[in-house]
């Protein structure tokens, strides 16, 4: 469940707490609303990470691999394919006061506030990957695609459509000689 991922941050002993866990696509799918679910599906996640607690500052750090189903952008087949990467978080507990009048450095841009007594790893492991899906993910380097005229798979048969568009020129070529 995805509340196992709430870490007590009082409970984080002094060495570091690691957390290591596999999750699917239906815990995937629990940290989108309807209108944000994403174009994959996550056939399985494998994160492990180390979360340290110095003073109050939060600290996350740890990889995952993961193997999502995704829509081939070329050839619109579906393919698996394996994503995967390190991470770091640095979180500090939200401060009470606004501080919309104070400008924030790159360097706190980077960091991210947590509030009341508990982290979700949730939300942190999700992000982490959706910043790994490709754009325009392939089924292979080598995808050959879509016919552009018939939509032929080119992948698994081919077509004739690029000796039409030669007969075409021709017959172009053709008219025109006849006109002069
Ligand atoms: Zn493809
Ligand atoms: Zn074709």
Same mark, same amino acid.
């Given at each position: ?12 002993? $002094?060495? !570091?707490?690691?957390? @290591?866990?596999? %999750?699917?696509?239906?815990? /995937? ?6 209108? %944000? =679910?994403?174009?994959?599906?996550? %056939?399985? @996640? ?37 994503? !995967?990467?390190?991470?770091?978080? #640095? ?6 006061? #606004?501080? $919309?009048? /104070? $400008?924030?450095?790159?360097? %706190?841009?980077?960091? +991210?506030?947590?509030? !009341? ?24 380097? $080598?995808? =050959? !695609?879509? &016919?552009?005229? &018939? ?6 048969? +081919?077509?004739? &459509?690029?000796?039409? @568009? ?15």
């Amino acid at each position: 469940m995805a509340n196992s991922l709430k870490i007590n941050v009082f409970l984080i002993p $002094e060495e !570091g707490q690691r957390f @290591v866990f596999s %999750e699917g696509d239906t815990w /995937l799918q629990s940290c989108f609303k309807d209108s %944000e =679910k994403p174009d994959f599906v996550l %056939e399985k @996640v494998d994160v492990n990470c180390l979360i340290t607690m110095t003073s109050g500052t939060i600290f996350i750090k740890g990889f995952f691999s993961a193997l999502i189903d995704i829509c081939c952008s070329r050839c619109l087949e579906r393919a698996s394919l394996p994503i !995967g990467s390190d991470f770091a978080y #640095t979180l500090t507990p939200a401060k009470a006061e #606004t501080r $919309e009048d /104070l $400008e924030l450095t790159p360097e %706190e841009l980077e960091i +991210s506030y947590y509030q !009341g007594d508990f982290i979700d790893l949730a939300p942190i492991i999700c992000e982490q990957i959706i910043l790994q899906v490709p754009m325009k993910a392939l089924c292979s380097e $080598e995808c =050959k !695609g879509l &016919c552009l005229h &018939c939509g032929t798979n080119l992948n698994t048969s +081919s077509c004739n &459509c690029h000796l039409n @568009v030669v007969n075409n020129r021709m017959a172009v070529l053709k008219n025109f000689r006849v006109k002069n």
